[in-house]
């Protein structure tokens, strides 16, 4: 079992950043992927970015490419997505996810991901 904390959701203004940090627990070495999704009110979940745990390699929605990045601190079990130049389009409640996979490609469906967190709220103001 994996466990996944979520934590520096808030609210900022437009233009302004935010870093949200995702801390694992339990069998952290059979991670593959961790994933960030998001989800707004009346919308489905949607994919935001993933970093593979050993290799560092990551992938972005288009929506976000260019303003968030991701990092990870294996030696903490931590995820780090970092968000800049916030838009309200960007407000919904982010979730931290993590696959066992072990493929050489990382995925941006949810239901390909065996663990979630709580989820944090990002409210962007205009």
């Known amino acids: 079992q994996v466990q996944l904390v979520e934590s520096g959701g808030g609210l900022v203004q437009a233009g302004g950043s935010l870093r949200l940090s995702c801390a694992a627990s339990?069998?952290?070495?059979?991670?593959?992927?961790m994933g960030w999704f998001r989800q707004a009110p009346g919308k489905e979940r949607e994919f935001v970015g993933a970093?593979?745990?050993?290799?560092?390699?990551?992938l972005f929605a288009n929506s976000v490419k260019g303003r968030f990045t991701i990092s990870r601190d294996n030696a903490k079990n931590t995820v780090f997505l970092q968000m800049n130049s916030l838009q309200p389009e960007d407000t919904a409640i982010y979730y931290c996810?993590?696959?066992?996979?072990?493929?050489?490609?990382?995925?941006?469906?949810?239901?390909?991901?065996?663990?979630w967190g709580q989820g944090t709220q990002v409210t962007v103001s205009s």
């Open positions: 996810a993590a696959d066992r996979d072990n493929s050489v490609f990382i995925y941006v469906y949810t239901n390909m991901y065996e663990y």
């Open positions: 339990g069998r952290i070495s059979s991670v593959d992927t």
């Open positions: 970093i593979k745990r050993l290799a560092g390699n990551t």
